[in-house]
């Protein structure tokens, strides 16, 4: 009995050794630590934070940081990194990048022109260390950015800037670091930068011509391998890691970096976006968080009056430093107070590559002990100043934005797609790009219907469609979208199809084309006519054979007078929330009052689009637009049913008049809804009005 008990309570020995234990203690804190701290105001990581330093080894001992947690902690750490990567808008990036080099170049050399006097005259400490504390003022690590990723606001313009900035001044450091260390062992000479330069150059090729080719090919390949797909993501962001390291940068630059290869290969609404976000937040961010409290001595602050000084100087003048670097972009480039708030906030943090700095200047004997505390304390202020102020400045903008979204006319937020399936074994594409375009408020589920032909066999039909359609589910649940399946009867299709869009309230309806023999066939059947004209709701007809991340671009094709059928803005808005899923640009062929109206709609909206324009008016000859698409080209057609404002006869035939060249094309016919059918008459005459002034 004496040896039960000997052995029972050597499990509860301080610090703990049981993995299963030691696990289970770390789930519970991930679990219940943040919504504490949620119930009295506080941002749950400041909570997780403050967890790891009651049970680190510098506080209670509960648990040592051994090699398991480091390995846990460097994944968390890596994920952070690639998930700004791979969550940035990379046609918002591109429209900022300008700015995010100017609030680099201010986040970099500010703190350097303020931190190298106080260390270099007024600490008294020598050059390559002035240097590498006043790098640790530079740097800053994106903390917070599960925050404004919870949030839901990592697109909006502050975030891509800030993230761009952020990599710019920590690969600046990171490569000062390597000149430092060449420095002051006496080895920076031209084999220096000539190894640097090129290990760097092949890194970059590496990333950015080799990775995604491969990722391409191996998603093709294993396209039902749903699970394999996140293996090999994670393979990829470890693999960049490593071979940051090896080019002599740190591994969070190659996370980073590998998040900006994949960016336009997992799309934001993807199930795999999904996963890589599930387990990012649910595991290994927030032991990361727990960790990095696990480094921090609180006993620092207390073993001397010097050293909390000197603590505190550094890090308000710290503060300081990315305040005036957010302060001076908001100026230059007029944002609101609360962004430049957010840009302060998400650039306050130090913790990795700080402690990379510190810890190497530390063990090369450049920096001594004190410099070492100071260092943690600095980690500690920066880390739940840095989270406060982020949380703050982001549910202000939320609630902003909230409110100028209520002023604008855009699409009903209980919007409900409809997706009338004639052939169960094509609905994955379907889903798939029903799943993309749908908007993320929108409560409505998305609803897949089959409709059984009315014979002598319905109800066995009725029952295996039932069935069959079940299996769907996981596709929406993958995405955390509810999928609503109905299966019904009729005699004919286009007739329950036109009344479930009533019973349901439908918006959008997306039809896949018959797979028949020929190009006419496989796009245009009666059927498919049949169901178009008998229902005035906006269609996406689709004929999808390839990955759409295989696509490069978005072509759109519209008719004169396009912006003057009432479904407009819907197909507008859905096109364009594509192109940015899919982080591809978009091209329209058309008139130019229709991209004047695409213009003044996507500033109104604050669509952000990447349109390119250009003039095409002649349908007699449609075949001509093959000389402007591209293999890899989702090619739109906007149409317009008969007696519809910007019905165009020639687009009767336009099947008929693709080019051999587009057969291999995946296309997309869009038929916009004409009448707004709770004001039928006013709709009409409404119309009429716009299309004599059109013609005036």
Partial sequence: ???????????????????????????????????????????????????????????????????????????????????????LELNEFKRVRNQSVVFGFFTFFIPLIIGFPIC??????????????????????????????????????????????????????????????GNSQGKLNPEFWIILGSTLVAFTFIMFAVIPKITRWFFKKLESEKH???????????FS??????????????????????????????????????????????????????????????????????????????LLSKWLAAFITQKIYKYSRMQRQLIFGLSSARVAATLAIILVGYNAGILDKNILNIAIIIILITTIFSSVITEKAAKQILLADNASDESQVQQPLQEHMLLPIANLMNIEKLIEFALLIKQHKSVNPVTVLSVVPNNTQAEANLIEARKRLEEFKAHGAATETSINTVATID??????????????????????????????????????????NSVDKNFFVCSLDAPLINQKRIVVITTPKAELEYGFETWLHKVVKL??????????????????????????????????????????????????????????????????????????????????????????????????????????????????????
């Fill in 491 to 532: 005699y004919n299709p286009s007739s329950a199809i036109g009344r479930i869009s009533k019973e349901i309230m439908a918006d959008i309806i997306i039809l896949g084309w018959p797979k028949k023999a020929n190009i006419l066939e496989r796009l245009i059947g009666e059927k498919i006519y049949a169901i178009v």
């Fill in 120 to 181: 270099y005259y007024l600490l008294g400490y020598e050059l390559n260390a002035s240097l590498l504390i006043t790098s640790m003022f530079a740097t800053h690590t994106l903390v917070a950015y599960p925050i404004i990723s919870k949030l839901g606001i990592a697109k909006n313009r502050v975030v891509a800037v800030t993230v761009g900035g952020t990599i710019i001044t920590d690969t600046i450091v990171l490569i000062l670091l390597a000149v430092i260390m």
């Fill in 579 to 696: 192109s940015k899923e899919l982080s591809i640009p978009l091209v329209h062929f058309g008139s130019k009052i229709t991209h004047e109206a695409i213009r003044e709609v996507t500033q109104r909206n604050k669509l952000h689009a990447t349109f390119s324009f250009n003039t095409f008016d002649d349908w007699e000859n449609f075949h001509l637009l093959a000389d402007y698409i591209k293999a890899d080209d989702l090619l739109i057609l906007v149409s317009a049913r008969k007696k519809s404002l910007s019905y165009v006869h020639h687009f009767d035939h336009i099947p008929n008049r693709i080019d051999k060249r587009l057969m291999n094309n995946d296309i997309i016919v869009v038929y916009p809804q004409q009448f707004n059918h709770r004001n039928n008459e006013t709709e009409i005459a409404l119309s009429e009005t716009l299309l004599t002034n059109y013609e005036k």
């Fill in 228 to 238: 394999a797909h996140y293996v090999f993501v994670l393979s990829v962001v470890f």
């Fill in 241 to 318: 890691a490593f071979l940051a390291e090896l080019s002599g940068l740190e591994p969070i630059i190659g996370a980073f970096i590998a998040g900006l290869a994949l960016n336009q290969l997992i799309p934001q609404s993807s199930p795999l976006m999904n996963r890589i976000e599930f387990i990012g937040n649910s595991i290994f961010i927030p032991f990361f968080l727990i960790s990095v409290g696990m480094l921090i001595d609180v006993r620092v602050i207390f073993s001397g009056p010097a050293t909390l000084l000197i603590g505190l100087v550094l890090t308000l003048s710290a």
């Fill in 1 to 87: 009995m004496n040896d039960f008990f000997k052995d029972f309570f050597h499990h509860f020995e301080l610090p703990f050794t049981n993995p299963v234990l030691v696990f289970s203690l770390i789930l519970f804190i991930i679990l219940f630590v943040p919504i504490l701290f949620r119930r009295i105001n506080v941002p749950g990581i400041i909570g997780l934070i403050i967890s790891g330093i009651i049970i680190g080894p510098l506080g209670f001992n509960v648990l040592e940081k051994n090699s398991a947690v480091d390995l846990f902690s460097t994944i968390g750490l890596l994920y952070i990194m690639f998930m700004a990567g791979l969550e």
